[in-house]
T-cell receptor, first 117, second 112 residues
Framework: AQKVTQAQTEISVVEKEDVTLDCVYE???????LFWYKQPPSGELVFLIR??????QNEISGRYSWNFQKSTSSFNFTITASQVVDSAVYFC??????????????FGQGTRLTINP | DAGITQSPRHKVTETGTPVTLRCHQT?????MYWYRQDPGHGLRLIHY???????DKGEVSDGYSVSRSKTEDFLLTLESATSSQTSVYFC???????????FGQGTRLTVV
């Protein structure tokens, strides 16, 4: 069965520090997708990134970067120069094919990130 | 972002009563999903739909049913609400199987 583990339940840092959120996954599929979502205090889920299993290139988007390593089944997320607005719960998720092209998302338990001024 | 509207946004109901949550999308996405979010569990799939009138169970479907009579609407019904169904419910949609899912704003349901 698919599984996503976010071992860090809560992280607290001071503004401008760099912070890395860990995500480890388990799957038997050879083709799969990994995602990160952000849930700010307002409660909605905001899509951040999708990565397919064949693309191991790291990705950078502004202060955000993602490191996908298939060899260690990890998809870690780094925020550089953190800001108070980055405070949120972050979820890593893994796609699992179901039927007729539908994809179930298997979520980790989330990491609550607090950025202190 | 996909236009996804969940209603109601908040609801308090009594044990044993039926409750229906509505998800409405304006993006003509084929796939729709209902998840519940609980502390320590992340989000878990309740039911999903891969087309009008085509639905199936997810991993935590007991006590829930769904219907999709139009592309844009996906209803989640708690047949007889229990306290264990107190949760935040999220609807999600995607237009293709391997694309990202977009989520509604969530419905906070409290069963007393």
């Amino acid at each position: 069965a698919q599984k996503v583990t976010q071992a860090q339940t809560e992280i607290s840092v001071v503004e401008k520090e760099d912070v890395t959120l860990d995500c480890v996954y388990e799957t038997r599929d050879t083709t799969y997708y990994l995602f990160w979502y952000k849930q700010p205090p307002s409660g909605e889920l905001v899509f951040l990134i999708r990565r397919n299993s064949f693309d191991e290139q790291n990705e950078i988007s502004g202060r955000y970067s993602w490191n996908f390593q298939k060899s260690t089944s990890s998809f870690n997320f780094t925020i550089t120069a953190s800001q108070v607005v980055d405070s949120a719960v972050y979820f890593c998720a893994l796609s699992e094919a179901i039927i007729q092209g539908a994809q179930k998302l298997v979520f980790g338990q989330g990491t609550r990130l607090t950025i202190n001024p | 972002d996909a236009g996804i509207t969940q209603s109601p946004r908040h609801k308090v109901t009594e044990t044993g009563t039926p409750v229906t949550l509505r998800c409405h999308q304006t993006e003509n996405h084929r796939y729709m999903y209902w998840y519940r979010q609980d502390p320590g569990h992340g989000l878990r799939l309740i039911h999903y739909s891969y087309g009008v009138k085509d639905t199936d169970k997810g991993e935590v479907s007991d006590g829930y049913s769904v219907s999709r009579s139009k592309t844009e609407d996906f209803l989640l019904t708690l047949e007889s609400a229990t306290s264990s169904q107190t949760s935040v419910y999220f609807c999600a949609t995607s237009d293709r199987g391997n694309t990202e899912a977009f989520f509604g704003q969530g419905t906070r349901l409290t069963v007393v």
